[in-house]
């Protein structure tokens, strides 16, 4: 395994640029994706797919989905340069679901640059969102790999699982989002993020766990690990958001109040809500229920949040879930250097700009 | 089989309510998409996915790809009930990119109504349709069907081959739109037409081949036959267009001169372009390009697409792509009735509203 985790970074988008080539021809679309019926316009492919999928990869991003999948490979005693290839599947439908969430929530930037549906038309951005995301499983048919029949079977079982639930946490979010009162549970909001955020780590994790033939446990065990990870940093997320905009943290380049602002229902609004006296409880569901707000009004309800405790509150859950994402892997004897980098993957996480 | 196409319609819808029920609830969820790590919010997954989902099918759409499902299901010799269950995918499938095409479009009308993303906000009509391109494939994991394990893999296959040349076709359509010139040649408008309608028409084939366990060579002839079948249907679509609006056919509810208006570059334009004397050429390309028309200027380019005999030219190519889809099945030796219906089919989709 190559000595730092960023050093895989080359390599995967060369694996990507093998599955989605950076200039599109006739023969490449005859190849991948089958011959055409009657002939192929690889310019219009070209603009369609390849033009948007690199502008947004070539922005940045970690790719820690792909190297988080090679960590995996090689715990599990294979040599991660054999995967590379299917590292590709959860980092593509990740850069598909991006292109797709920023047209749902009109977001104008996206890795320092305008959203996609900003620089291509949004309808171009949004086939291009969606080509990719069965592009990567097209990588599990017969004519793309020599995995066994019954390892291809699982996996797409597994990614039709996993790929539904995404589709429900982004639904619950969405709707939440559209919502003026806040009305979700602490539980409904987990499974949100179990489903919206935590569907694709465990996707990295199952994967696998398939492709390299583990056993049911061992492919559970990394799944649950997966899951509560991206639970926790997704909590991590909401409360550097506080912190930031009480100024208690380092500068994240996230705007002031953002959460806030956007009326988001976090684990710490919700844990507010519940445990404020009445009166400041409805003065923060008045304000988050607001279209817009003053700073005066978001360091109101920044004081509302920290005096009910929600930021201990969360950043115990997290660890909580932190620990438990530990503790998922007991079992499973990985090697000192897995171990080590499984760590790293932590660290690498949390620096993410994604 | 029932007596008339239109007599399956209430069993489809109710197959596909076992699968989207109107009323979500927590148990639905637990059994279709297993169990909550946390809890999930059934109000908000009713909003999400249900509501969209029922308002668009109970606007109307004659479920013909469920229908000609059945037909073949019955072809082959098995009993059409029992496969109920697969009719659901391709027609599930085809609502959602309903519900996407009309977001990249900026459609503002669908089967009579408001389109999905006027109704419900464009976040949760979006988050739907791609929603719906996931859920019918879960009917093939092991939890819902007891197909075997070689069916269910082979139908998986198929599923991602069609579903990326659905996008390719979506792709390049899209991009011919944005596009003022007209570069497009022939046989690249049906290859659009054959990824980007055919593609779905092909998965309605090739499912009801591989569920009941047809031989390749079946697969591939009932595919062909959907494929022409779709691209005829295309054509014929854009050749109604142009009568609709030169007044010689009956009102389809077209408004006059649609496809001018939209610069779409359909096989007339493309025929148009190629045979009219230059000036003409050039006036055509030029009304295509512009950003608004008068209705002279419609007139006038219908009047071009007329004179350079492309009505006939496109009805030729269209009678004979029929006429090859109906070859393509010669040697299969469906019964009479089969016959029958599949002539029934052709009768049936020349009347669809959608």
């Known amino acids: ?26 023969d490449y679309l005859e190849t991948f994706y089958g ?6 316009d690889p310019d219009g492919i070209q603009r369609a797919l390849a033009d948007p999928l690199w502008e947004l990869l070539d922005r940045g991003g970690k790719r820690w989905r792909a190297v988080l999948f090679l960590v995996f490979v090689e715990g599990f005693g294979e040599d991660p340069e054999e995967f590379l290839r299917y590292a590709c599947i959860p980092e593509i439908l990740h850069n598909g679901t991006i292109i797709v969430d920023d047209v749902e929530d009109e977001a104008s930037m996206r890795r320092g ?9 949004q309808d171009v951005a ?4 969606n080509a990719l995301y069965f592009l990567p499983l097209k990588l599990l048919t017969a004519g793309q790999t020599d995995l066994p029949d019954d390892r291809r079977l699982a996996a797409y079982e597994m990614l039709m699982h996993e790929l539904n639930r995404t589709h429900l946490g982004q639904g619950m979010d969405i709707c939440w989002h559209n919502e003026r009162d806040v009305r979700v549970t602490s539980d409904q909001f ?3 993020c179990a489903c919206k955020t935590g569907c694709l780590a465990r996707i990295v994790a199952r994967l696998a766990a398939i492709v390299t033939g583990q056993p049911e446990n061992v492919e559970a065990a990394v799944a649950e690990y997966a899951e509560l990870t991206a639970i926790a940093f997704q909590i991590g997320d909401d409360i550097l958001d506080v912190e930031n905009s009480l100024g208690r943290a380092g500068d994240f380049g996230k705007s002031f109040g953002n959460d806030i602002r956007e009326g988001k229902k976090t684990l710490l609004v919700i844990h507010a809500l519940e445990e404020s006296p009445p009166e400041k409880a409805t003065r923060l569901a008045e304000i988050l229920a607001a279209d817009g707000n003053t700073d005066d009004e978001i360091l109101e309800a920044l004081s509302i949040i920290e005096e009910a405790g929600s930021i201990e509150y969360a950043r115990e859950q997290a660890l909580e879930l932190a620990a438990d994402a530990r503790a998922a892997l007991d079992g499973l004897e990985f090697d000192d250097e897995t171990d080590r980098k499984l760590r790293e993957f932590t660290e690498f996480v949390i620096e993410r700009d994604v």
Do not use: K
Not at 35 to 40: D, F, I, L
Not at 113 to 121: C, R, T, Y
Not at 126 to 129: D, I, Q
């Open 190 to 192: 987990l499974e949100m």
């Open 1 to 26: 395994m190559r000595e730092t985790l960023a050093e895989w970074r080359p390599a995967v988008d060369e694996a990507i640029a093998d599955l989605v080539p950076r200039e599109i021809d006739a």
């Open 113 to 121: 640059g305008p959203a996609l549906h900003h620089v291509f038309s």
């Open 126 to 129: 949004l086939n291009a969102g």
């Open 35 to 40: 011959e055409a019926t009657y002939e192929y």
